[in-house]
């Protein structure tokens, strides 16, 4: 039997280690806890719960010692966003405002992971209040995008810290949050996977919310199937999040390995090709080439609208709902807000309870015309970002990174970043497989299936010296 390394297993890797003994819990927590402290420098985490994960472990241990395993994820480590209540502990949402807020209730996400025995080993950095798509965090630091050792990169955003712990060897997998890109962008740019759910997917219940019509929580992985077993663990109707009731749960594992063939798959339209890099153009090239070697239909399809219409609408909806819950803070010019993160929830406040509730029913619009002119293909596939990490240095913090991704918090679909390339710097680029509602098993699927005739999800980012 092959050896299993406890810094680079997966889930589905981990979770038949475990069930083997040829690794135990204790072992994968106790590796992680010191590479985390080794690499301290690439600014993953806000909090590690380092007691109380190595007695987690010791406790899975024991269970599954004398067969109480409880599932495959028991025994399994996960770092989550810090914007995710955990009781008593406290949660910041990324701001310095906060660095004293203690949690009031547990999330429902958490105690879904926790209740199948899965490990916290920490909290991770974020973007303040989750409003950003570069990842940086003027007041508490932003994280180190692991693939550039030399130059401070983007991690993206919001989900950066989730996005770099799972990407360096810091966590097996992390949770992040959605809202306008901030699981896919942050999964692009550290050339990870990342699933951005349907709204009402995964509950919000002890989440910070930034908008509560477009917030969606959602997990970052290594590998597709890990996403797609984190997926299933989470989703599911919580009485505490009204939303979740329309949805039955959704188990995504019997369809993952179905292939795409004779499945439709649409490309962008040609105009939006403009303004992305040319390496990222040639790696979705070749995405979609494969993807038509691998049996798909590829087909070419006519938007109803613009990405950028998308994204406008997206940034109006997040002012208005985000100045909601944090505009008292924004406007105190005595709080120490983080000094670019102001102006952007500060949208909210000139906006009138007329132009929020037509922004809400022009979203409508251009929901339902998007649904008819892609009712029978299986999913839109874009680049994840226009271009690979940036420089944070050239980040211009006016504008947003989230061109390809807002489209689908917008529109109400489902998403999934997958690894699909490397630029001649070595920096990872993306593919965005964009799905209608509830379809999280066939964005898995196609994502599985892509991912399983490629080697991106092999490379790891270098090591220091």
Not at 435 to 446: K, N, S, T, V, Y
Request: aromatic residues 6%; glycine residues 10%; proline residues 7%.
């Amino acid at each position: 039997m092959s050896v299993v390394d406890p810094v680079w297993a997966g889930l589905a890797e981990l979770s038949a280690a475990f069930e083997s003994r040829a690794l135990s819990p204790v072992d994968v927590v106790g590796a992680l806890l010191a590479r985390i402290k080794a690499r301290d420098a690439l600014h993953a985490y806000i909090a590690i719960y380092e007691y109380e994960a190595r007695l987690a472990a010791e406790a899975a241990d024991r269970a599954i010692t004398s067969g109480h395993r409880i599932g495959p994820l028991h025994g399994i480590p996960i770092a989550l966003k810090d914007l995710v209540d955990l009781q008593g502990r406290v949660t910041t949402g990324g701001s310095k405002v906060w660095i004293d807020r203690v949690s009031p209730v547990t999330a429902t996400l958490a105690e879904r992971l926790i209740g199948a025995g899965m490990i916290v080993l920490g909290k991770t950095h974020t973007v303040e209040f989750a409003m950003g798509s570069f990842g940086t965090n003027t007041h508490l630091g932003t994280p180190w995008n692991p693939w550039d050792l030399a130059v401070h990169r983007t991690p993206g955003g919001s989900s950066s810290g989730s996005a770099v712990a799972v990407a360096a060897g810091l966590a097996p997998a992390a949770i992040g949050t959605d809202t306008g890109g901030s699981v896919r962008l942050p999964a692009a740019w550290c050339g990870i996977v990342g699933l951005k759910v349907t709204a009402g997917r995964i509950s919000t219940h002890g989440v910070l919310p930034l908008s509560f019509t477009l917030d969606t929580p959602g997990p970052m992985a290594r590998s597709v199937e890990d996403a797609a077993l984190l997926f299933r663990a989470l989703n599911g109707p919580d009485p505490q999040d009204p939303p979740t009731l329309a949805w039955t749960p959704s188990d995504p594992m019997p369809t993952l390995r179905r292939g795409v063939k004779g499945l439709r798959l649409a490309v962008m339209p040609e105009d939006e090709r403009l303004g992305v890099d040319a390496e990222v153009l040639a790696a979705y090239d070749a995405s979609v080439k494969k993807f038509a070697g691998l049996g798909a239909e590829i087909v070419r399809v006519s938007l109803p609208n613009r990405f950028a219409d998308y994204a406008a609408g997206v940034g109006r909806i997040i002012g208005a709902e985000g100045y909601r819950f944090v505009g008292h803070l924004v406007d105190d010019a005595s709080l120490p807000v983080d000094p670019h993160i102001r102006p952007r929830i500060q949208v909210g406040r000139g906006m009138s309870a007329r132009d929020y509730l037509l922004a809400l029913a022009e979203r409508e619009e251009h929901r339902r015309a998007f649904v008819r002119a892609l009712a029978d293909v299986d999913a839109l596939l874009t680049p994840t970002a226009q271009t690979a990490a940036i420089p944070i240095a050239k980040v211009d913090q006016s504008g947003t990174a989230a061109f390809f991704t807002r489209a689908g918090n917008y529109l109400g679909l489902c998403g999934l970043a997958v690894p699909n390339g490397f630029t001649t710097d070595g920096l990872p680029t993306s593919l965005q497989i964009l799905c209608h509602a509830g379809r999280e098993d066939m964005a898995l699927r196609i994502g599985w299936t892509y991912e399983q005739a490629s080697e991106w999800k092999a490379r790891r980012p270098p090591e220091p010296h």
